[in-house]
């Protein structure tokens, strides 16, 4: 049983920056896929960031692109995300997801299985 816990949300101001991480347990290996997720207010979840395992490959919505980096750490088991110039449209509850087999949308929530508790993303203005 894949088990996630998100932790680095937190307010900031328009332009700054957060890291997220996701720290993965329960499982020996990194799963298949691991992704980021973000759900605000009254909107359904969407998929900002994903990467396959076997090749590091990212998946980016095209809002991120260029201001958030997915990465993950072998070792520690930890997946990140770097979000830089953030702005007010970035605000929502961001979610840690795993799959353990392919996915065809990886940047889709009904692809993964599992899921962390999230932690909270706001920018003021």
């Known amino acids: 049983q894949v088990q996630l816990l998100e932790s680095g949300g937190g307010s900031v101001q328009a332009g700054g920056s957060l890291r997220l991480t996701c720290t993965v347990s329960g499982s020996p290996y990194f799963p298949l896929y691991l992704g980021w997720f973000r759900q605000a207010p009254g909107k359904e979840r969407e998929g900002v960031a994903a990467l396959l395992s076997l090749s590091n490959s990212p998946y980016y919505v095209d809002s991120v692109k260029g201001r958030f980096t997915i990465s993950r750490d072998n070792a520690m088991k930890t997946l990140y995300l770097q979000m830089n110039s953030l702005i007010p449209e970035d605000i929502a509850m961001y979610y840690c997801?795993?799959?353990?087999?392919?996915?065809?949308?990886?940047?889709?929530?009904?692809?993964?299985?599992?899921w962390g508790q999230g932690t909270q993303v706001t920018v003021s203005e």
């Open positions: 997801a795993a799959a353990r087999a392919w996915v065809g949308s990886p940047l889709s929530a009904a692809e993964y299985e599992y």
